[in-house]
């Protein structure tokens, strides 16, 4: 069992950063593969950014360029650094853990981008 807790949102302007911060409970972190996932109101969850284990990234076109996401085995966590936000990236964002075939969700972070 793996549980998550997620960290980092809130009200921002927008051009502003934030970091966001998953920390995993138990000792397989390192062979999960980690991802974020945001999900605004109204619309379907969906994939931002994923991490291997062995650290190859991927990131959905959207968010190219301004979102990167990283990984320390030694903390149990995966961060979600975001730049240059826009108010479209308003949403709840998801950590998510993909480990050994099964899969976890964190309670979620909300990124609120306004001025």
């Known amino acids: 069992q793996v549980q998550l807790v997620e960290s980092g949102g809130g009200l921002v302007q927008p051009g502003g950063s934030l970091r966001l911060s998953c920390t995993a409970s138990?000792?397989?972190?390192?062979?999960?593969?980690m991802a974020w996932y945001r999900q605004a109101p109204g619309k379907e969850r969906e994939l931002v950014a994923s991490?291997?284990?062995?650290?190859?990234?991927n990131y959905d076109d959207s968010v190219k360029g301004r979102f990167t996401i990283s990984r320390d085995n030694a903390k149990n966590t995966v961060y979600l650094q975001i730049d240059s936000l826009k108010p479209e990236d308003t949403a709840a964002y998801y950590c998510?853990?993909?480990?050994?075939?099964?899969?976890?969700w964190g309670q979620g972070t909300q990124v609120t981008v306004s001025s």
């Open positions: 138990g000792s397989i972190f390192s062979i999960c593969a």
């Open positions: 998510n853990a993909r480990c050994f075939g099964r899969q976890y």
């Open positions: 991490i291997t284990g062995g650290g190859t990234t």
